[in-house]
């Protein structure tokens, strides 16, 4: 049986307070009573119960359906299939690419690629229609860059906004950039920090090496050092970096130094193949794959 923290009346059915968890209520007209004297500590708790989620270790990526290999971190190592909406290695799609078939086939569900840009957004359009969130990701950076489809940052915004509400990390990373460049929105970096949280939350390792260089930039480099951390464990070169350069000026343990090193490594590994930097050798020197932000086909 638990006591309302404002009436003091006690009941098994009173409903917590959703920010932090510490204290009950009888119903909405006591928690609002109670609200005065509860929303320092509140406050306080409800910013470390985030902190909790935003430190924690998120899961490593799914594999590639086809190679049950961890998928890459990076986009530029991967691509979304527009016919079934997977996610492939850039090693699968280059084995298809280099079986010199007469068609260009889906290395997943076999179905024929699509080419052109307008074949692409038309398929990407029926992913929407399906509640894809990574499909509502990937227009909106085509209309960002204005690849397949006219120009619209309004649209691209629009879309990124749908993909994170679904839960799309990289849609909240992307969201975030265009707040901290002010491009085609005013300037906010609270809203950054707000969409960057959230996609380290996701597990998109940029946005949180970002996050940690933004705190850094504030002055807060225990919270940096430790987003740089989580990032270069997940296999982030430019995170292990920073770690490095924390280490050289005092931040970082050699112990956290040396650990970061090992998970950074374990996670290269976990990532790598020989088909893999087969396709990466061709993609460097090869346009028809486009570009990372919207490689779909």
Not at 40 to 64: M, N, T, V
Not at 149 to 178: F, M, T
Not at 233 to 241: E, I, N, P, Q, V
Not at 246 to 264: M, N, Q, W
Request: with cysteine.
């Amino acid at each position: 049986m638990s006591t309302c923290a404002a009436c003091g009346k006690d009941g098994d059915n009173l409903n917590s307070c959703t920010a932090c968890k510490l204290v009950k209520y009888c119903n909405a007209t006591c928690q609002n009573a109670h609200r005065p004297k509860h929303k320092k500590e509140c406050k306080k708790r409800a910013a470390e119960i985030f902190d909790e989620a935003l430190f924690k270790q998120p899961p490593p990526k799914e594999d590639c359906p086809i190679c049950f290999l961890r998928l890459p971190i990076l986009g530029a190592d991967t691509k979304y299939q527009t016919c079934c909406g997977k996610i492939t290695c850039n090693g699968c799609e280059y084995a298809e690419f280099a079986s010199q078939s007469t068609e260009r086939l889906c290395p997943f569900c076999r179905t024929p690629g699509a080419t052109l840009p307008e074949r692409i957004v038309e398929r990407l359009r029926k992913r929407i229609e399906a509640g894809d969130a990574n499909a509502m990701d990937i227009l909106g950076c085509r209309y960002s860059t204005g690849d397949g489809v006219p120009q619209d940052s309004n649209k691209a915004l629009e879309l990124w906004n749908q993909a994170s509400k679904l839960g799309c990390a990289r849609s909240h990373r992307e969201l975030g950039d265009i707040y901290f460049n002010g491009e085609g929105v005013e300037m906010d970096f609270e809203k950054t920090n707000y969409h960057w949280e959230l996609a380290a939350i996701g597990g998109n390792v940029a946005a949180r090496c970002d996050l940690g260089k933004f705190e850094g930039n504030r002055g807060n480099i225990n919270r940096a050092m430790k987003h740089f951390m989580i990032s270069a464990g997940s296999g982030h070169d430019d995170s292990l970096k920073e770690i490095q350069n924390g280490f050289s000026h005092g931040h970082v343990t050699k112990d956290d130094f040396e650990k970061a090193l090992r998970a950074h490594k374990e996670s290269k590994d976990e990532m790598q193949s020989d088909q893999r930097d087969a396709a990466r050798r061709f993609l460097n020197n090869n346009s028809l794959w486009g570009r990372p932000a919207t490689r779909a086909g």
